[in-house]
């Protein structure tokens, strides 16, 4: 076989490939087994008509058409190999010759991953936070931890920002009442900013026992979109009280016996919380450093595929919610153009990232151990709410365990480049990287190879990220 490259732009190449009659005989032979199969000839059972009999009766062309079927998708994946090219799409394929018994020619143009070095990462200087524990940070904890435990006391005294209500709902449309857009007994916080414009303004100075109708747009139902007038009828007015911080409350949120034991488990762990930030701050921004030096081209198919795939989940996202269009972006502060916009350039950057990630998986030798897959499976697992063995069952019918592998790489990758960085955080002191996962892990880190590594500072995070929800969520035990 020989194949011929031709650049038709930096990141789209025209594949020629020659191949001799001899090469295509498995995908031949298996071609006379498939068609002597699907065909009846009188006097032969199916399967066991002869090569010159389907020849005769059905023709040449039916054979060689199932041999091409057959053959070209592997040999177009030989090719790719051969001349050392990565393919971003699906290959457009045309048959250009055949010379039955001596040569077939086919051409495959394809979007590839454009050629680019990556720039000297060893001792990038990036900027992380301090991970100095505060009195504020300590604060700000408690007091989500009292929001947390916080009692709704009723009050006699209009409803203001920060109250609870108790209110029934019913919307009408030229007077006629809408069936589906009616609730009782409803909670709510005023000012908590509902996607139902003006119910906040309504219920500011509402009592108990008042009524109230004001005029908005319906975000919901066969009537999303139109203007109707709502009627609330609040039933009751509560405050939040937030419980005194001593000791009784930290029996109450805690497994500790002391407002003190508690204030420090919540130092400590704000400590380990924000050395885990400084790792993901340093990986994030060695490549962002990286990137920055970086232009590279984007082939076209690659980046309507990946913002094809956002502008689907987007639309998900708005039928799960129930809402209108305008609703939706509404509630999340934005417009539709907005979020395309981002897509655009999220999407972008994606694609730069994995294309620089996947050099460095290249140049460093980096691969995906049993091990590693499998602590993969188990944390992704653990956060979908799955038994592990069905998400492996999964992955494997539907052949995404390579994309697993590729994540896990990509992640070990950034690593790399974060522990080649040199650290310093916010105040101007060297952060060690190596040290963070020692204090982790609990144990030494042994300086190995590359890719041991690598390894390590990722399983390390891996396992900070794993601790990190139980770090803020412990005085809750």
């Known amino acids: 076989m020989k194949t011929a490259v031709e650049e038709l732009s930096p990141t789209r190449v025209k594949l020629t490939v020659e191949v001799p009659f001899d090469e295509l005989r498995p995908s031949l032979d298996a071609a006379y087994k498939k068609v002597a199969q699907q065909v009846r000839v009188p006097g032969f059972r199916p399967g066991k008509v002869p090569a010159r009999i389907i020849e005769q009766r059905f023709g040449r062309a039916v054979v060689l058409e199932e041999t091409l079927n057959d053959a ?23 048959v250009t010759k055949i ?12 979007d590839i991953r454009p050629n680019f070095d990556v720039p000297e990462y060893k001792d990038v200087e990036v900027a992380v936070d301090s991970a100095e524990v505060t009195d504020a940070d300590i604060d700000a904890q408690l007091d989500a931890l009292r929001q947390r435990f916080a009692t709704l006391t009723g009050v006699e005294r209009p409803a203001t920002s920060g109250d609870f209500v ?13 069936e589906e857009q ?9 000012g908590a900013g509902s996607v139902l414009q003006g119910l906040d303004d309504a219920l500011e100075g509402m009592s108990a026992g008042e009524e109230k109708t004001f005029r908005t747009e319906l975000v919901g139902g066969e009537n999303a979109g139109e203007q109707a007038d709502v009627i609330i009828n609040v039933k009751s007015v509560k405050e939040k009280v937030l419980p005194e911080l001593d000791d009784e409350f930290a029996q109450l949120a ?21 050395l885990i930030d400084q790792v993901v701050q340093a990986r994030d921004k060695a490549l962002d450093t990286l990137l920055d030096k970086l232009d590279i081209p984007i082939p076209d198919s690659a980046l309507k595929a990946e913002v094809d795939a956002r502008k689907h989940n987007l639309e998900h996202q708005i039928a799960e919610s129930g809402l209108s269009r305008d609703a939706f972006f509404r509630l999340y502060q934005t417009t539709e153009d907005e979020r395309f ?5 999220s999407s972008r950057k994606a694609i730069k990232v994995g294309f620089v990630l996947d050099k460095i998986v290249k140049a460093e030798e980096l691969g995906v151990s049993e091990q590693e897959l499998t602590n993969f499976v188990v944390r992704r697992a653990m956060e979908m709410g799955v038994q592990p063995n069905q998400l492996a069952q999964h992955l494997a019918d539907n052949d995404q365990l390579t994309l697993a592998m590729v994540e896990i790489v990509r992640d070990k990758a950034k690593a790399v480049l974060g522990d080649a960085a040199k650290v310093v955080d916010s105040d101007g002191n060297e952060v060690d990287l190596k040290a963070i ?3 982790i892990n609990g144990e030494e880190v042994v300086e190995e190879s590359a890719e041991d590594e690598s390894d390590e500072s990722v399983e390390a995070a891996d396992q900070a990220d794993d601790t990190a929800g139980k770090a803020e969520d412990k005085p809750e035990a």
């Open 254 to 274: 805690s497994e500790f016996d002391t407002l003190e034991e508690l204030k420090q488990s919540i130092r400590e762990q704000s400590r380990r919380n924000k």
């Open 72 to 94: 070209v998708p592997k040999l177009y994946g030989q090719a790719v190999d051969e001349v050392d090219v990565f393919p971003v799409s699906q290959p457009d394929i045309e």
């Open 341 to 345: 916009a981002e897509f655009d350039a």
């Open 182 to 190: 009616q609730a009782s007994e409803v909670s709510y916080e005023v």
């Open 437 to 439: 996962y020692t204090e």
């Open 99 to 110: 010379d039955d018994g001596e040569q077939i020619e086919f051409t495959a143009e394809v």
């Open 166 to 178: 108790v209110m029934d709902l019913r919307a009408e449309i030229d007077g006629k009442n809408i």
